[in-house]
């Protein structure tokens, strides 16, 4: 590698030639889009409208599911291989038409993505031919103006244009069985539907000589979950309208899962097959600085010519943080790099950066100033070659104050924090030393957030009693102070709201409201209710008839009438055939209760968010300090998962945590510290667990693989 004079010299890059102008693109029809693979509608419109009837049909269908594992073959292909698919499903909400470009085409096109009405998913796919190596780089168009993914890697170009990047995918190899497929499987087809795709679109698979089908698909990092759809028969749209002209027709249309992966519940009830993409080999460099602009100039080890240069840039709600991704050639890969820097006055660059100070990630690795190794990676204060550092294997690297050193939790899947608001994240109310003292430890946790959680693909979501409206006013007047949700679950866990990238507001996902209503009738609920509080003449009062949230009726309710009163509410709406369950909130002589639908409620809308973000159970951590909040903080049918139990939590929770099983309170953490200041003790040790457990998986993976090599290979010879 060469010294800092040849990597300080202005690299060659070769900037995205984007058009940016409105009037050098079209919109393109399903038909125009060669690369358009077809769409699905998983339900007709007879089983859309009766939801009993789907769950049993789904059901019936998951029971032809493959009961055998099938053989490991070579796979030797004749047609099939020779294209690959790449999925595109917007991670963020649009009430509007969401378009797509990249450089596939030169940005010359805009592809409008199929939304169904019903659920508000979108998704399309690209195919492409396997030849077509190498990185793409896209974005998704709203009302004309751009929008990134959080699922895919994003990084800026020398024009400060940032995009989102495939380099970060993994091309993963779908394959079902033929013999699984029925009677003559040429004549038969076989699809892949899946979270990558939004559910909305089909990829065909191709019948190989080794007797099973196969696709090739490019997924991004996260949690997946997947369908095979058999004998279904594209129909080439006509009219381009999302949801009308792109069926599959299948009759009828079976579904099925393979026996010997892994199997996982669909928010809906149906069951998936499922996988997990390991985020590749990947730097992430973060530089914490005061400068407006920085550039970072680096090369891999073991790669020749001239070096490379890239514009940084911002990490959002954190300001003095810039950010680089740079995609690894292979795991043992190093990267050499300099960074110079644009003043605020100036704009002139220079290399020597001014840092800001903050307290860091305790289960980080600690910076060093002496140049001694940490975790068995090399920190250097002052670095030889004038400013040349050195990033020894991939993974998240922190400069600071001129020293460079490896976040340790960068080895781990992102997590996601599900967080309680009042007594957990945050203090309301009138203005004091009280309430301004908390609003600190609120703003100091939302920048670890930001500097720690967030770089590593951590999001974080508000899981409150509180309704939307309040919620809304809350992030107006701690603007700043608060941190920006990736989602907002209300009202108990019977709304989830999503940022609506075109309306610019929080909107309900209509996803998890079509999930609500399996089982819901707002109207008997509400009728039993008026009945019993006339019956419990003056013991009973309405607080929410179900008028703003149709899953949930509230009701406070004197504590020595409760149990009957909750005891002939159940009995009648069962009766009636109204699935539903009972949530109550605060102690004392009134008891706060809620009915809300069977699929709803703070655990089950968690799960509903996790799955939507590709996030797993076992890297979910909730955090509450109330009665509402066991619904999130214990164990689910899913299983358990990590969780923050205040420690200024109500009578009722630690009533809760002395009963639970051994099992189960091993996944829950109690900090000394109160309200947000808690919330980040908690994660730093639910962090530190997660390492040291990844610590003895790795070595456990090395002895094995010590073991098989010390094994000799011993050879049956044919006399």
């Not at 974080?460 to 701690?478: D, H």
């Amino acid at each position: 590698m060469q010294g800092l004079g040849a990597l300080q010299q202005a690299a060659h890059h070769a900037p995205l030639s984007q058009r940016h102008s409105k009037q050098q693109r079209r919109c393109v029809s399903a038909r125009d889009a060669s690369f358009w693979s077809g769409g699905l509608r998983l339900l007709s419109q007879q089983q859309q409208q009766a939801p009993v009837q789907q769950q049993q049909q789904r059901q019936q269908l998951v029971q032809n599911a493959v009961q055998q594992e099938p053989q490991q073959q070579k796979l030797v292909l004749h047609g099939a291989g020779k294209k690959k698919y790449i999925p595109f499903k917007p991670d963020f909400f649009s009430s509007e038409a969401v378009q797509l470009a990249g450089s596939w085409d030169d940005w010359s096109l805009n592809i409008t993505l199929p939304i169904d009405p019903g659920t508000g998913e979108a998704g399309i796919v690209l195919e492409l031919d396997a030849s077509q190596h190498g990185e793409l780089t896209y974005k998704y168009i709203v009302g004309g103006k751009w929008h990134l993914a959080r699922s895919d890697t994003a990084a800026a170009d020398m024009q400060g244009c940032v995009n989102n990047s495939t380099a970060g995918r993994k091309l993963v190899r779908f394959s079902f069985p033929a013999a699984f497929a029925g009677p003559r499987a040429q004549e038969q087809s076989v699809h892949l539907i899946g979270s990558f795709t939004g559910w909305q679109v089909v990829i065909p698979m191709t019948l190989g000589a080794d007797g099973a089908y196969h696709c090739d698909v490019a997924l991004p990092p996260g949690h997946h979950t997947f369908r095979f759809l058999l004998g279904a028969q594209q129909q080439e749209p006509g009219v381009y309208a999302p949801m009308a002209g792109m069926l599959a027709a299948a009759s009828p249309a079976q579904y099925a899962v393979l026996q010997h992966l892994p199997l996982e519940n669909l928010p809906s009830g149906a069951t998936a097959n499922s996988l997990r993409v390991p985020a590749p080999p990947t730097f992430r460099l973060l530089v914490h600085t005061q400068h407006s602009e920085a550039y970072i100039t680096y090369r891999f080890s073991g790669q020749h010519g001239a070096p490379r240069r890239l514009r940084m840039h911002h990490q959002p709600d954190c300001s003095g943080l810039m950010l680089a991704h740079l995609p690894a050639p292979g795991p043992d890969a190093s990267l050499e790099f300099s960074i110079t820097g644009a003043s605020h006055e100036s704009g002139s660059a220079t290399s020597t950066l001014s840092i800001m100070e903050d307290e860091g990630w305790p289960n980080s690795s600690s910076s060093s100033n002496n140049g001694k190794h940490n975790n068995g990676v090399a920190v250097e204060r002052d670095p030889p070659g004038n400013g040349v550092y050195t990033a020894s294997q991939p993974g998240v690297w922190r400069l600071k104050k001129g020293s460079l050193r490896m976040d340790d939790a960068s080895q781990l899947p992102p997590l996601m924090l599900c967080t309680d608001l009042d007594g957990t994240l945050i203090e309301d109310g009138e203005e004091g030393d009280w309430v301004r003292h908390n609003d600190q430890l609120t703003y100091l946790a939302a920048q670890h957030f930001a500097q720690y959680l967030a770089p590593a693909g951590g999001l974080i979501v508000f899981n409150t009693g509180r309704s939307i409206g309040m919620v809304e006013g809350l992030l107006s007047r701690k603007a700043g102070t608060m941190p920006w949700p990736a989602a907002i679950i209300t009202a108990v866990g019977t709304k989830v709201f999503l940022w609506d990238v075109a309306g610019r507001r929080w909107a309900p996902d209509p996803a998890y409201a079509h999930l609500l209503d399996d089982g819901w009738n707002l109207g008997e609920v509400q009728s039993l209710a008026q009945q019993l509080m006339h019956r419990f003449n003056g013991n009973a009062s309405i607080v929410d008839d179900g008028s703003e949230h149709p899953h949930r009726v509230s009701l406070s309710i004197r504590s020595d009438v409760l149990h009957e009163f909750l005891k002939q509410w159940g009995e009648g709406l069962t009766r009636a055939g109204v699935q539903h369950q009972f949530v109550s909130s605060i102690g004392g002589e009134w008891r706060y209760v809620d009915c809300i639908a069977k699929n709803a409620g703070k655990g089950r809308a968690m799960v509903y968010l996790a799955s939507k973000f590709g996030v797993s159970l076992e890297d979910v951590v909730a955090a509450g300090d109330s009665g509402n909040d066991l619904l999130m903080l214990g164990r689910l049918p899913e299983g358990c998962h990590p969780a923050i139990v205040m420690s200024n939590s109500h009578p009722e929770v630690w009533d809760w945590l002395a009963r639970i099983t051994p099992e189960e309170r091993a996944w829950i953490y109690t900090p000394k510290a109160e309200r947000a200041a808690g919330i980040v003790e908690g994660l730093k040790a639910i962090l530190a667990d997660k390492l040291t457990a990844h610590a003895e998986r790795q070595q456990k993976a090395a002895q094995q693989r010590a073991t098989a090599s010390a094994v000799p290979v011993v050879r049956a010879l044919r006399g």
